[in-house]
């Protein structure tokens, strides 16, 4: 099976193509974990290649970067629950404010209907 292998203490990476070789690189085409062996014949053979070590520094990068997008976005969903809440608020606090009025307001009506 390729992919990230336990043994023991250590984290392997096994080839793609060749899971019997331990990974040595990524191919930046597929994306896909490849051994020295790919470099010279099978499907990855005129590929473009990285090393693992800097493909991995490139993912912490990029996941590093969505955490940050993600921290923000959380932020502006907070701000905005936040603002919403006081809108509730204030329309609470208005409805109260009618619904104090309303008595006057419907004697002005009835005495208004009297006088017609």
């Not at 104090?100 to 307001?105: A, L």
Request: net charge negative.
């Amino acid at each position: 099976e390729y992919g990230l292998t336990q043994q023991g203490d250590q984290l392997i990476a096994r080839c793609s193509v060749y899971p019997d070789l331990p990974a040595e690189f990524w191919c930046c085409a597929c994306n896909a974990l490849v051994s020295s062996r790919c470099h010279v014949v099978g499907i990855h053979k005129d590929h473009p290649f990285i090393t693992l070590r800097l493909a991995a520094e490139s993912h912490v990068r990029d996941v590093a970067a969505w955490a940050e997008r993600c921290r923000t976005q959380l932020n502006i969903t907070e701000n905005v629950i936040g603002n919403l809440r006081h809108a509730e608020d204030v329309i609470d606090h208005n409805l109260s404010l009618i619904h104090i009025s309303e008595p006057t307001r419907l004697l002005s009506i009835s005495y208004a209907v009297f006088c017609l």
